[in-house]
C-alpha cells in the first residue's frame, strides 16, 4: 500500500520530505498544536465527507492563541489544504489527518517562524462488536493549573500516553 503524501507548507510532499529542524523549537519544547480531522466515505455517494472542520478550525486557533503563535494561513486557506490532501492522494476511504502547527525558530520563547502540515493516515473505523482493552491508570490527569487541558498540544498528550502503556502492559 503506498504511503500517502502529506501537505506541508503549501504543497504536497512524500513522506521522507516532511522534516522539521532538530533544533526548532517544536521538535526541541513540542511548541506545535493541532487538530484531528476526519473523512469518512460514503461508496453509495461516491464521496468523501469530512466531519465539521470549522469547529476544529477555530478550536486549532484557539490553541495557536494559548501558544502565542500564529499561521499565515485562513480557514479558507485549511479547508482548502484538506481538500488538496484528499484528492492529491486519491483517498477513497476513511481517513484521519493530522493537522499540525509548529515553531521552527529556536529557544524556549520562539513564536515565529512557523510552519503547517496534514498528515493523512488510514484509519477505518472500529468494528461494532470489538472489545476494547482498559484499565483505571495510576497517572492522574494533568491539573488545568499546570497547562489548559483544552490546549491540544503535543506536550499535552504525554499524560494520556503514559497511561495507554499502563494499559497495554495489563
Given at each position: ?38 473523512a ?57 489527518m ?7 525558530g529556536?529557544g ?31 497517572w ?29 502492559m495489563?
Amino acid at each position: 500500500m503506498k504511503d500517502l503524501s502529506i501537505w506541508m507548507n503549501g504543497k504536497l510532499v512524500p513522506q521522507a520530505q516532511a522534516v522539521l529542524p532538530v533544533n526548532s523549537a517544536a521538535v526541541f519544547y513540542a511548541t506545535n498544536v493541532f487538530e484531528g480531522l476526519r473523512a469518512y466515505w460514503n461508496a453509495a455517494d461516491d464521496e468523501l465527507y469530512c466531519f465539521r472542520l470549522s469547529e476544529h478550525f477555530s478550536r486549532f486557533r484557539e490553541s495557536m492563541k494559548m501558544m502565542r503563535f500564529t499561521i499565515p494561513y485562513s480557514d479558507v486557506d485549511l479547508d482548502e489544504a484538506v481538500r488538496q490532501v484528499l484528492s492529491g492522494n486519491g483517498i477513497r476511504e476513511d481517513v484521519h489527518m493530522h493537522m499540525v502547527a509548529y515553531v521552527t525558530g529556536t529557544g524556549l520563547d520562539a513564536t515565529t517562524p512557523t510552519g503547517l502540515y496534514i498528515n493523512p493516515r488510514r484509519r477505518p473505523r472500529v468494528e461494532e462488536g470489538v472489545g476494547l482493552k482498559c484499565c483505571v491508570s495510576s497517572w492522574a490527569r494533568t491539573s488545568d493549573n499546570a497547562i489548559p487541558i483544552r490546549l491540544k498540544c503535543g506536550a499535552n498528550y504525554q499524560n494520556g500516553r503514559l497511561a495507554t502503556h499502563l494499559s497495554r502492559m495489563g
